[in-house]
């Protein structure tokens, strides 16, 4: 199937999702246990109606740490949970931006951050594979079941890569493969849409990471989510251009702060 085939074929499922409600990914696949929740009872009773689609497969913003006064990017935002959450722990000095290429749910997304009355998020259309943003300008990019949608994950990285700062750090939650599809579904638009055939192999995956340049790839969570696919959270960093950094105590969980001094 060609790129820009599979491309429609996405926006028009997440289109048609946006308007009508309803989900693709399994919610029994996101990583259920504390220490990858991402969202607390209360910060869900509090999100808008209208952004539990029930779309992600995972927690990324459990494992991200994120911290006020933090840039926080979202790729493949849909309608917007994981951005709103991200915003309010960002608090006022911070910024959240979220990209989708699906217009119905950035529309949906934004109508969301307004209900919600939250000033520090933005949602820009646009593709992940050429991601509308300045070079070193994001502290944590987060992604929750969206890079197996897409035809060029290598592109992805690289430029998830281009646009956090060094030390900056990544957290994505996404569908992988263990073994082979049945036939009839390698080939089926419906199962590529569904985030199953478009998944690549878990250990092909996590090198694509490797080979973007970020160090310490690691896996937090991994949950069956159908058949030989699996549903996945990676957490990763870009590297200080020294190779080298500290960590402090006092960051939320001792996140990366800077560049080692000697
Ligand atoms: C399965 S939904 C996940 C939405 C959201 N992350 C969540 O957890 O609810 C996938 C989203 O990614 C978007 N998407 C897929 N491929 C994309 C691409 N290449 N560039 C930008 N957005 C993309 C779709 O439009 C859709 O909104």
């Known amino acids: 199937m060609r790129t820009e085939e599979l491309k429609e074929a996405v926006k028009q499922r997440y289109g048609a999702i946006a308007r009508e409600g309803g ?7 996101c990583c259920q246990g504390p220490a990858q929740t991402s969202c607390s009872e209360t910060e869900l009773r509090w ?7 029930g779309l992600g497969c995972g927690n990324p913003l459990g494992v991200a740490n994120v911290g006020p006064g933090e840039t926080v990017l979202d790729l493949g935002s849909g309608a917007g949970l994981d951005c709103l959450l991200a915003a309010q ?6 910024r959240v931006i979220g990209v989708d290429m699906t217009p119905e749910m950035v529309e949906r997304a934004r109508e969301n951050a307004r209900r919600a009355g939250l000033a520090n998020v933005e949602f820009r259309f646009g593709e992940i594979e050429d991601l509308p943003l ?7 990019l987060i992604s929750n079941c969206v890079i197996n949608l897409s035809p060029d994950k290598r592109r992805v990285f690289q430029q998830a890569y281009r646009v956090l700062k060094p030390g900056g750090r990544l957290v994505v939650a996404d569908i992988v493969l263990t073994g082979a599809l049945p036939e009839p579904l390698r080939d089926s638009l419906e199962a590529y849409t569904g985030c199953v055939a478009g998944a690549m192999g878990r250990d092909d995956y996590l090198a694509l990471i490797e080979a973007a340049g970020f ?3 690691e896996v937090t969570c991994e949950t069956p989510y159908w058949g030989p696919a699996r ?3 990676v957490r990763a960093h870009k590297p200080w251009p020294s190779g080298e950094s500290v960590t402090t105590e006092d960051s939320p969980a ?3 702060t800077g560049p080692a001094r000697s």
């Open 89 to 94: 722990r960002v608090g006022p000095r911070g």
């Open 215 to 217: 160090e310490s790839v």
């Open 134 to 140: 300045e070079d070193n300008s994001v502290d944590v």
């Open 231 to 233: 549903s996945i959270t």
């Open 23 to 29: 989900g693709c990914c399994v919610p029994a696949a």
């Open 47 to 53: 999100a808008p109606t209208g952004t539990l689609l």
């Open 254 to 256: 001792g996140r990366e």
